[in-house]
C-alpha cells in the first residue's frame, strides 16, 4: 500500500486496447534502459499465470501477455504483480489485462514486464494498477 507521503497521480485505465496504448513500452524496449522506466503502460491479452514463491521481495503472480506494440508487432511480456503488496492477481489465458507501473527491460521469453503496479511509492511514480477482464487492482490510492 502507498505511504502517507504518496504523490501518485491518478492515470485512467484506457477505454480499449490497442497497440497504442503500448507506444510508450515500445520506446522503453527501443531506448533498452539498464534500470527501471516509471509510468509505463501495457495492454494485450494473458496467455496465462506462474506464481514465483519467496525471492527478496517476496512471492509474485507473474501474468505473460501477448501485446501489440504500434511499429513492432507482437511481443511477450510479464506482469510482476507483488502478492504482499498488491494482493494477489492472476489472469487466465485469454483474459484481457491492463497494467501499468514501473517498466523493464527483461530477456528470454519476455522483451519486458511491469511490475510496482500498486499506489505509488516513489516521488517520481504515479499511482499504479492491473486490470484483468475490467476488475482493477489497487481499486484506489488515497492521498
Same mark, same amino acid.
Given at each position: ?29 527501443? =531506448?533498452?534502459?539498464? $534500470? ?7 495492454? @494485450?491479452?494473458? *496467455? !496465462?499465470?506462474?506464481?514465483?514463491? #519467496? ?34 492477481? =492472476?489472469?487466465?489465458? $485469454? ?7 514501473? @517498466?523493464?527491460? *527483461? !530477456?528470454?521469453?519476455?522483451?519486458? #514486464? ?30
Amino acid at each position: 500500500m502507498g505511504s502517507a507521503h504518496a504523490q501518485g497521480r491518478d492515470v485512467p485505465v484506457p477505454a480499449s486496447c490497442s497497440p497504442q496504448v503500448n507506444a510508450g513500452l515500445q520506446q522503453m524496449i527501443r =531506448s533498452h534502459p539498464r $534500470g527501471y522506466v516509471e509510468n509505463v503502460m501495457a495492454c @494485450g491479452v494473458a *496467455t !496465462g499465470t506462474r506464481v514465483n514463491h #519467496g525471492g527478496r521481495h517476496g512471492s509474485h503472480h507473474i501474468i505473460t501477455l501477448d501485446v501489440t506494440l504500434p511499429q513492432d508487432g507482437a511481443v511477450k511480456i510479464q506482469v510482476a504483480i507483488n502478492d504482499a503488496l498488491d494482493g494477489t492477481v =492472476s489472469a487466465n489465458a $485469454g483474459d484481457s489485462v491492463f497494467a501499468y507501473g514501473q @517498466g523493464y527491460v *527483461t !530477456g528470454g521469453l519476455w522483451v519486458a #514486464g511491469i511490475h510496482d503496479v500498486h499506489c505509488s511509492t516513489h516521488p517520481t511514480a504515479d499511482n499504479g494498477w492491473v486490470v484483468v477482464n475490467g476488475a482493477k487492482t489497487p481499486n484506489s490510492c488515497s492521498r
